[in-house]
């Protein structure tokens, strides 16, 4: 059997909430970070994978389950297998064989081939960016209980992996059934006696919801949810997924509660070039949330781009990568002068609102 691992360097720290050395890395440590992510060893599964419980779970995954929600086991085994910067201990079972391998593939492939980007990479420089700002949001927070709600949650084991969620509600809202077969699996995990699994999260709940039904902030606030506590709303890879109205429905609801209390949201968009790669499952878009956030109620909003200091985690050693040549363009551009391809771009957003701001 294969297993696909980058391994980390002898003595390095897992990484629970993103190490300090992550955000700000010398030449060295850099360097050293592009010879580890160089080693793609073989894939081999884990034992818990050939499990019959977890192998018929996956089947109903595999055989059931649409685009939307099985997008999250791609995401699981983007964390799995870029584990050498991203410490998920239940993201293998979280994915499953099909999705490893898959990506697996993916990614032997573009290093025979000297690839400028490894397949897999946005998905791991997504989860360090939202890490890292999820951990500075419940900081800046201070003393006293936060909220933390992962709308369209899928596959993330945050709970299970941030420390710094130790004073943090957490609550996770999804399909139900999505959500049915997650606590299974993670139930699997956890009974696993090769595995070391606890909770991180001082709490967490899970909502069963469509986020496309206008009831599921009332189902959120059923839940335990409470709109005067401060609240951090993580909403990664799941925006596009939606269609415009929906989509814009789901932001002025979170934009609502910056009149009631600090509110933080963070968030990933396409633009119109990146949401043209499917039309049947991508859908909402937008060229600007710098300027389309403020209007909902937002008073700051900070905007990076895979690639941007924040938000490259010494991952694109390869000055020919595409990020950085988006970078270097324009905005406003939708095609790339050089060759004609369409500058897809994929925002990294941090937006705060709070009562009596100032937006104008």
């Known amino acids: 059997m294969w297993k696909v691992f980058l391994r980390p360097k002898k003595g390095h720290p897992p990484c629970f909430c993103l190490p300090k050395k992550h955000q700000i890395m010398s030449m060295d440590e850099e360097k050293r970070m592009e010879d580890e992510a160089g080693r793609l060893e073989e894939l081999k599964l884990p034992e818990l994978l050939m499990s019959e419980v977890v192998r018929s779970l996956h089947a109903i995954i595999d055989h059931e389950w649409g685009l939307l929600q099985r997008s999250a086991c791609q995401t699981a085994a983007g964390r799995a297998l870029w584990n050498h910067v991203i410490h998920d201990p239940v993201a293998e079972v979280l994915a499953g064989e099909s999705f490893l391998r898959s990506l697996y593939d993916k990614m032997r492939k573009d290093q025979l081939n000297n690839a400028h980007e490894v397949s897999g990479v946005i998905l791991a420089v997504r989860t360090l960016w939202f890490d890292s700002k999820l951990e500075a949001a419940i900081n800046s927070f201070g003393e006293g209980e936060s909220q933390v709600v992962l709308l369209g949650a899928g596959m993330d084991a945050r709970a299970y ?8 509600s957490v609550y996770e809202v999804d399909f139900p059934e999505l959500l049915q077969i997650k606590a299974a699996l993670l139930h699997e995990a956890i009974q696993s ?32 949810f409470l709109p005067e506590r401060k609240t951090i709303w993580v909403l990664e890879g799941i925006l596009y997924y939606l269609h415009h109205l929906h989509a814009m429905q789901v932001l002025q609801s979170i934009a ?18 990146s949401a043209t790669l499917s039309t049947s499952t991508f859908h909402f878009y937008s060229d600007w949330p710098d ?10 909003v900070k905007l990076s781009q895979i690639g941007d ?4 985690f010494g991952l694109l050693p390869d000055p020919e990568n595409l990020f950085d040549k988006l970078r270097s363009l324009p905005r406003s551009i939708q095609t790339n002068p050089e060759d004609g391809t369409p500058c897809r771009r994929l925002y990294l957003v941090e937006a705060s609102g709070f009562p009596n701001q100032n937006t104008s």
């Open 161 to 168: 992996r941030l420390s710094c969620l130790k004073e943090s």
């Open 309 to 312: 200091p924040d938000a490259r």
């Open 193 to 224: 006696p090769k595995h070391r699994i606890e909770m991180k999260a001082k709490s967490l709940v899970r909502v069963a919801a469509d986020m496309t039904d206008g009831d599921w902030i009332e189902k959120l606030k059923r839940s335990g």
């Open 256 to 273: 609502a509660n910056c009149s009631v209390t600090q509110t933080i949201l963070l968030a990933d968009f396409m633009n119109k070039s």
């Open 291 to 300: 300027h389309l956030l403020p209007t909902l109620g937002f008073s700051t």
